[in-house]
């Protein structure tokens, strides 16, 4: 069994940032791939970024390119979401994801078995 809690969402005018992370308990951290994935109201949940179980390669939404920042620390079972420049359309909840048993967990929810509770963004304009 893996647990996940997501933690560092909040209230943000356009343009500023936010540093997300997702605690893991319950296995072995290093040997996950993660990701993290968001929902607006009345949409479907949308993939953000995701990073394979070594941290060395990541893998972006276009939406997000080059304003996210995903990292992960393995010796503290810690994934981190950075958002810079962030845009009214960035608000949703953003959920961390664990897929235990692969290198890199690809782009669609149902490769992951693990989701965290969610944590809330808004980005006011």
């Known amino acids: 069994q893996v647990q996940l809690v997501e933690s560092g969402g909040g209230l943000v005018q356009a343009g500023g940032s936010l540093r997300l992370s997702c605690a893991a308990s319950?296995?072995?951290?290093?040997?996950?791939?993660m990701s993290w994935f968001r929902q607006a109201p009345g949409k479907e949940r949308e993939f953000v970024a995701a990073?394979?179980?070594?941290?060395?390669?990541?893998d972006y939404a276009d939406s997000v390119k080059g304003r996210f920042t995903i990292s992960r620390d393995n010796a503290k079972n810690t994934m981190y979401l950075r958002m810079n420049s962030l845009k009214p359309e960035d608000t949703a909840v953003y959920y961390c994801?664990?897929?235990?048993?692969?290198?890199?967990?690809?782009?669609?929810?149902?490769?992951?078995?693990?989701w965290g509770q969610g944590t809330q963004v808004t980005v006011s304009s």
């Open positions: 994801a664990a897929d235990p048993d692969a290198y890199y967990g690809g782009r669609h929810p149902a490769s992951y078995d693990y």
């Open positions: 319950g296995r072995t951290f290093s040997s996950y791939a």
């Open positions: 990073i394979t179980w070594s941290g060395s390669t990541t």
